[in-house]
């Protein structure tokens, strides 16, 4: 069984990779489909086109669908626990594969200080809609650059340390692309993916018979 798994695509913001995230649909294969967060974003002044239809429309409805609700889409938050349209929508999603259990989350539980605010993180979402679409300036991807910078692996630890049942955890929200292994005190074989995103980087995850890849899409 393959599944991939794509997290922060936010479709209709100004700077994300339509053409791109169009094609990867439709040349993709799978048997599932882990939408892991922010893939509609309804947090900022989303602007919807043609492609942004068609791009919904690719998602193959006749596979599983299981869509992860992040905080740029938390307008789907009453719909978890519920299967719309073939479509089922949760806060975490876990399965077993390979004999290895894994667990698929957004990540912005995580988050620390000012970004744990809602409210704030609205408000600072307005601010960059106008930024993008009046200044034509990619906070996105700014702030991005600016965290792999002084990304430091204790964050990343600090979200491990909720998860001790679980050997592959799999997330998105930070935008940093990374996958961690390592041997826990027990000798278990431990494992740390961030999916990326589709506004720098374009990457997703695969998981195919238990084995996780973390990839980037070329044209």
Known sequence: MKRIIISDTHIGSKFYKSEKLLKFLQSESYDQIILAGDIIDFIKIPVFTERC???????????????????????????VGKEILDVKFVKRYEFEAGGRRFRVEHG??????????????KILSVIQSILEFTFNFDLTTWWTEKQIRKHKLRSVIHVLRHHPDVDVFIMGHTHIPEAIIWIDEDQHIKTYINAGDWVTHQTYVTVTDGVARLRKFED
């Not at 912005?108 to 993180?121: C, K, P």
């Open 53 to 79: 239809m068609n791009i919904l429309q690719s998602i193959d409805r006749t596979k599983d669908v299981v869509y992860v609700v992040g905080n740029h889409d938390e307008s789907f938050v009453g719909l």
């Open 108 to 121: 912005d539980e995580y988050d620390r200080g000012a970004l744990h605010n809602r409210i704030f993180v």
